[in-house]
T-cell receptor, first 112, second 109 residues
Framework: DAGVIQSPRHEVTEMGQEVTLRCKPI?????LFWYRQTMMRGLELLIY????????DSGMPEDRFSAKMPNASFSTLKIQPSEPRDSAVYFC??????????FGSGTRLTVV | GENVEQHPSTLSVQEGDSAVIKCTYS??????FPWYKQELGKGPQLIID?????GEKKDQRIAVTLNKTAKHFSLHITETQPEDSAVYFC????????FGTGTRLTIIP
């Protein structure tokens, strides 16, 4: 099993541009989480899905952020328009068998 | 909701010494407490976990303790090695996982 796969690993974009982050979860795991990590705020839960349905998006900072999970093997996090304060590392994670999470390697987003 | 506090935020220890990281949680319904290690450029990785019906668990050089009454849990690393240098996160789980703020551990050779 390749684990949780995220792409791209790094993204540099100009302010105002649309950014799409991608996640391929582990097959057969029902829960999928999107986290954002910054020095100031640590790891913040943005949104999570159960069986492809968004359950809690209270962590999504603004309407500029949206997430979808069209099927069990793919999820996206979109920021439109992007701003410099969105610069962070974004992680996708699956719940594992014990109730903890398996994380992807993250996407480092820089908005200039 | 759950609130997890973690201390210290930074910790430096001599190689071979022990390191202890402490966490407290607020929600008595939390019943699972994983610990994660995050190395530079990587996502957090589970290193050990403990459930609320257990007071202590050990895996080679790392151990976790849990005091449900006081809502405290701790990570202990013995005989530290340079490769233990990383950021460590505690977490508490009740339906969803809440992370502590992290401890940057540096092992001094």
């Amino acid at each position: 099993d390749a684990g949780v796969i995220q792409s791209p690993r790094h993204e540099v974009t100009e302010m105002g541009q649309e950014v799409t982050l991608r996640c391929k979860p582990i097959s057969g795991h029902d829960y999928l989480f999107w986290y954002r990590q910054t020095m100031m705020r640590g790891l913040e839960l943005l949104i999570y899905f159960n069986n492809n349905v968004p359950i809690d998006d209270s962590g999504m900072p603004e309407d500029r952020f949206s997430a979808k999970m069209p099927n069990a093997s793919f999820s996206t996090l979109k920021i439109q328009p992007s701003e410099p304060r969105d610069s962070a590392v974004y992680f996708c994670a699956n719940e594992d068998m014990r109730g903890g999470y398996t994380f992807g390697s993250g996407t480092r987003l820089t908005v200039v | 909701g759950e609130n997890v506090e973690q201390h210290p935020s930074t910790l430096s220890v001599q190689e071979g010494d022990s390191a202890v990281i402490k966490c407290t949680y607020s929600d008595s319904a939390s019943n699972y407490f994983p610990w994660y290690k995050q190395e530079l450029g990587k996502g957090p990785q589970l290193i050990i976990d403990i459930r609320s019906n257990v007071g202590e668990k050990k895996d080679q050089r790392i151990a976790v303790t849990l005091n449900k009454t006081a809502k405290h849990f701790s990570l202990h690393i013995t005989e530290t090695q340079p490769e233990d240098s990383a950021v460590y996160f505690c977490a508490a789980v009740n339906e969803k996982l809440t992370f502590g703020t992290g401890t940057r551990l540096t092992i001094i050779p």
